[in-house]
């Protein structure tokens, strides 16, 4: 009997809400890859859920019973992220009074995931691909190479091959070399059927954590309203927003005016839109070249622009805002030639 995807979610991946079609498809994946030693490189924007994705992979993995370790490239500086990795031996550099195992050693046998791995130095990044094609490494400041049995799990915000390409700052080989098994995590924005399950998830964690006299709750308008939103800040933003929300309310109901200013200026920005649009039409019924049926079709384009753009070119959501099926919006996309370019 096949695995349902709600049966693959609650069973493979407690820890990660999300139901819609894109992370059906994507976990599906990570459970596929999950048992290989080979490299994968997750990218995605900032706040998708990276290291919870790499945490996954570790625990179906075979390496399960042994170290994860977790590593931000950027938060480290580059003198000291050598010997964070390979360790180094007394005497390396100023200060080092001792020898040190860096988290290569810590993790032999388990799975070291390097978080912003596009912020890594050059330098650094020719000795990692050296890890990854002899599986050795030599500490700062030592003479000899030891052997190493760890699984990479590299993870970026940043487009890679223009980093490649166009800036020079990221090697083709090392990319070549991480990018074995490479997953693409989807923005907020383009799984909007996870939202409501992500506001609630995090509403139960914070009502448990600040424990407020009355649970708190989203009244309607406010769960709407945040369900609109376009979240640039991905999961990261939402769960910040709902643990502000909380600790800032006296408990019970969240109403729209308890919103972030963020939020209402987006829920007031298409009816305004529309507004504007109809005073405009006012103004042009004067005109001797008046045609009502051109300008209803000029000025339904530019609210599904506005609408497209609102939303970062999201049309599920734009249909919501137009109230529109998809597959209507779609379809006068097309025939009208619609684009954000489109002027």
Known sequence: ????????????????????????????????????????????????????????????????????????????????????????????????????????????????????????????????????????YTPLGGSSSKNTDVRIIAATNHNLENAMHSGGTFRLDLYYRLNVLPLNLPPLRERTADIDALLQHFLAIYNRSYAPPVPCYFHPDALACLKRYGWPGNIRQLRNTVDRLILTSSGGMIGVEQLPAEFHRQSDQLPQQLQTAAEETIQDIGDPDFCLSEHIARMENQLILRALRSTGNNKNRAAKILGLNRTTLVEKIKKRRLSLETP
């Open 1 to 136: 009997m096949g695995v349902t995807p709600r049966a693959l979610e609650s069973d493979c991946f407690p820890e990660i809400v999300g139901r819609s079609e894109l992370m059906r498809s994507l976990l599906a994946l990570v459970k596929k890859i999950s048992p290989s030693d080979s490299s994968v490189l997750i990218q995605g924007e900032s706040g998708t859920g990276k290291e919870l994705i790499a945490t996954a992979i570790h625990r179906l993995s075979n390496r399960s019973d042994r170290p994860f370790i977790a590593l931000n490239c950027s938060a480290i500086p580059e003198t000291l992220l050598e010997s964070e990795l390979f360790g180094h031996e007394r005497g390396a550099f100023t200060g080092a009074n001792r020898k040190r195992e860096g988290y290569f050693a810590a993790a032999d046998g388990g799975t070291i995931f390097l978080d912003e791995i596009g912020d890594m130095s050059l330098t650094l990044q020719a000795k990692l691909l050296r890890v990854l094609q002899d599986k050795r």
